[in-house]
């Protein structure tokens, strides 16, 4: 498998702010539940929703892979592909604390982010654009656009 880059950015502060919650349901879950089984439940829930929230988004994998710029969260039930030959124009972009982190639909485009504002925003042939949240926004310009100049 020719491989021209590969980078996991750490999504640090979801993991902390996910694990406080965890670790708080948990310390909460005998002191609220202690007589009340339909606490027990839900607390349980909870907990067992944020495992799987911190499962999927705990970090952003991205790598250029066989002519395909590849990301995926965490353990990589979520994930998109991008044909290199599809890209038209790729540069770095610094995006806005309100974007926030996660998948979301920008003035921009869709962004897929774990962590800190920069991205690199790519845009396709089709006209879709998309922001991909890094924190090497240019070493990642530079393997796409040396992608793009190889040939396919």
Known sequence: MSMSYHH????????VVIGAIIAADLVALPVLGADEPEVVWVMLAIGAIMVLVLALFHSLTVEIVRGELRIRFGVGLIRKRFAIGEIVEVHPI????WYGWGIRLTPHG??????GFDAVKIELASGKKYLIGTDQPDRLRAAIESAMKRPS
């Open 8 to 15: 996991t950015q750490p999504g640090t502060l979801n993991r």
């Open 94 to 97: 610094r995006t806005r604390w």
């Open 110 to 115: 869709w962004l897929f982010n774990v962590s």
